[in-house]
């Protein structure tokens, strides 16, 4: 096997989550009986940096992933006799399969070697690697210290359990994470923390500056996304096949996927699996705007999908749209930990942040691993907006947890 994650990284400690500044309610309405109120007062603000989906490639040039019954020899045997070279090994055990990364020689096509591929009778899948990005970019200059803005009022209670993310390394040295239970491992990426998987974990699990909606709970990031020269962070499906896997044996209550591109069938059986392991699966929808569809893995049925709102209950100018909408939260303009201090950043990614350790309060997800039934009881809680009734843009409306959970 080649490749092998690093150690894992953690914080432990315990903190007091800081008290945000007392907001006022639109309509009076609270998000799902968990004390989660909109703010709507008139304070400034730094300007959130805008999270737009950046053109990248579709998939990494010349290189296909094969998933086989077999070992390393047998893939080795594979790849000699469809005529591509063997880059990487790795058992995938949730599917009881290995998964290997074949090259393409000079001169050869896509579309001829899959086709070998597909002919050898111990293949089981053949797909690209595709590659995935979190949500767009991070430009906003760094935010004033917490204190000066505030934009909901979070559940008093915290939570339990384990929640996990498919992200960038995260910086436990910030702030808000200090006072976390928190571990990761790294799938293929340098362990240098990043700005999303920072910020995402702050919204998750934050304790003071920054506090998350599933402040409590245990947190594992499956690291498998980095930035590149551009500033866009990316991930490919190799390792976020490795990743979507050690999270699967783990078997969260809630998976939180701040991350989109193409469909790709070998994470689809990955998703297909947790999903039938009980595992709450949130995906955001994409920033490619009113025009472009929902992202995969927002896509696919095992995922709830995450769209995002401002404060005026507003849909987020960049939320790409669809059928596939679920329910909608906050997340323009959101207060976030980044490595160094903080930030103001807004997109889908952060919505589905809110809503994922949301979920971590509902025991459909925490206590009773049934993500069928979790979506069934959002769907009815939601708070419908923009034409009656389900929509291609809020979905089933803010998401809401009901009382009693």
Excluded at 179 to 205: C, E, K, M, W, Y
Excluded at 260 to 271: D, K, P, V
Aim: glycine share 12%; with cysteine; net charge positive.
């Amino acid at each position: 096997m080649i490749g092998a994650d690093a150690g894992p990284a953690s914080a432990q400690v315990n903190g007091q989550a800081q008290q945000p500044v007392e907001p006022q309610s639109r309509r009076g309405i609270g998000l799902g009986g968990i004390g989660l109120s909109i703010s709507l007062g008139k304070k400034r603000r730094p300007q959130a940096s805008e999270q737009i989906d950046q053109p990248v490639d579709a998939a990494v040039n010349g290189e296909l992933i094969i998933t086989i019954k077999g070992d390393a020899t047998e893939a080795r045997r594979i790849a000699d006799r469809a005529q591509v070279g063997l880059a990487e090994t790795w058992p995938l055990a949730s599917l009881d399969s290995l998964m290997a990364v074949v090259r393409l020689r000079p001169g050869d096509s896509t579309e001829t070697a899959t086709a070998r591929l597909r002919a050898i009778d111990t293949v089981q899948l053949v797909v690209a690697n595709t590659i995935y990005q979190t949500m767009g970019r991070s430009e906003s200059k760094a935010a004033p210290a917490p204190g000066w803005f505030a934009s909901a009022r979070l559940p008093s209670d915290s939570v339990s359990g384990q929640i996990a993310m498919i992200d960038t390394p995260i910086d436990f040295s910030a702030e808000p994470l200090k006072a976390t239970r928190a571990d990761q491992s790294f799938f293929g990426v340098p362990a240098n923390a990043g700005i999303h998987g920072t910020a995402v974990a702050s919204l998750l699990i934050g304790q003071r500056g920054v506090t998350g909606s599933a402040r409590g709970a245990q947190l594992f990031n499956a690291a498998a996304f980095k930035q590149d020269g551009r500033g866009v962070t990316t991930g490919v499906t190799s390792n976020l096949a490795k990743a979507l896997d050690a999270v699967v044996q783990r078997r969260p209550a809630v998976l939180v996927l701040a991350f989109g591109g193409n469909q790709n069938a070998l994470l689809a059986q990955l998703l297909d699996v947790a999903y039938q392991r009980g595992v709450c699966v949130v995906a955001a929808v994409g920033n490619g705007g009113p025009n472009t569809p929902v992202a995969f893995p927002a896509s696919h049925k095992a995922s709830f999908a995450i769209t995002a709102i401002d404060e005026q209950f507003s849909i987020y100018a960049h939320a790409s749209r669809g059928s596939a909408v679920s329910v909608a939260g906050v997340g323009v303009a959101q207060l976030v930990a980044v490595p160094g201090g903080y930030r103001v950043m807004s997109g889908t990614s952060f919505a589905t942040a809110s809503v994922g350790g949301a979920l971590m309060h509902l025991n459909a997800c925490a206590r009773d691993h049934r993500p069928d039934q979790a979506r069934s009881i959002t769907v009815d809680a939601a708070l419908d907006l923009g034409p009656r009734g389900r929509d291609t843009i809020f979905g089933a409306g803010l998401f809401r947890l009901p009382t009693g959970r």
